[in-house]
């Protein structure tokens, strides 16, 4: 399955009364395939997965993959700590007609590394789509070992991928070096995108590209084509953004970020809280900082 270089992990746009934006879903996904998304994760993390109930995740799901009518893949956040309910959103997501889902690590319940094992079969053997694996210690409380991603990767057919926010570029590496040929690994930090793809990444499942996916996409494809210096010197120039995307807790100054540019996205949902104005100020700094030098 070929995901592409730049994966947006997509926000969940939200009206006035808090319910799924469907127009406003519809607009950003057009927004993100027309500035340099190859993929959209959907109903994952960014997209405010832990406040969704199962039907509001099917109905994301499904108008998603009606829209976006095969431009580019659609993946599905169905991992939950629950091994019972990610087998279930895993089965909806595949009636809904999504391309692949991504299942991270079981946060909170803190399982070992056999646990792990045993609840990612459990979700990869009750579908026959593509499955991303997700390794995101700093949200889950548990990190997902680089000989329990090998042996995954050697021992299901269907699990071919890996988004890793471990943040740990030996980590990655080891990942890399030990799975199959086949088997891809994408950045789960935006700031580790151009260093992920030296030690032999595939590419960044990105925040930042809701509002700077072209300047990605040029920047992996930089690399990609021979010219390391080039990418390194817009790697230099996002950082700042990326890291305004972050300086709160996600997904509320991305979501801050799209309604500056007039895409709507609305607010979060409790317990996230939208951005104060300090925080409100940096993010709308760096966004003018992006678009002057793209002006220029």
């Known amino acids: ?25 519809r607009d950003l996904i ?9 993929a959209i994760v959907v109903g994952g993390t960014t997209g405010e997965a832990p406040t969704l109930s199962h039907e ?27 091994t019972y309910a990610a087998v279930e959103l895993t089965q909806l997501a595949e009636q809904a007609g999504v391309d692949a889902v991504m299942l991270s690590t079981p946060y909170y319940n803190k ?3 056999e646990g792990m094992f045993q609840h990612f079969r459990a979700a990869a053997e009750a579908t026959s789509l593509p499955v991303m694996l997700y390794n995101v210690p700093g949200r889950t409380g548990v990190h997902l070992d680089a000989s329990t991603t090998i042996r995954l990767a050697e021992e299901i057919n269907n699990i071919v991928s890996i988004k890793d926010a471990s943040g740990n570029l030996d980590h990655m590496t080891a990942v890399i070096s030990g799975t199959p040929d086949h088997f891809t690994l994408y950045s789960g930090d935006d700031s580790l995108t151009l260093p992920a793809l030296a030690v032999g990444a595939d590419g960044i499942v990105s925040v930042t590209s809701h509002v700077a996916g072209e300047e990605m996409q040029a920047m992996v494809t930089a690399y990609a084509d021979g010219q390391p210096a080039l990418a390194a010197k817009m790697h230099q120039e996002l ?3 990326m890291d305004a995307m972050f300086s709160a807790p996600s997904p509320a100054p991305v979501k801050a970020a799209l309604e500056m540019l007039e895409i709507r996205a609305g607010s979060v949902r409790l317990p996230m809280m939208p951005l104060d104005e300090a925080e409100s100020q940096l993010v709308f700094s760096q966004l003018r900082h992006k678009l002057y030098s793209s002006a220029v």
């Open 30 to 38: 057009t927004h993100l395939i027309d500035h340099g998304s190859d």
């Open 56 to 82: 509001e995740k099917a109905a994301l799901f499904k108008n998603t993959v009606d829209f976006v009518q095969g431009r580019v893949p659609v993946i599905a956040g169905t991992g939950t700590n629950s």
């Open 1 to 25: 399955m070929n995901f592409g270089r730049v994966i947006t992990a997509m926000v969940t746009p939200f009206d006035e009364q808090g319910s799924i934006d469907l127009q406003a879903l």
């Open 239 to 241: 950082v700042p953004l």
């Open 111 to 113: 399982p070992n590394q």
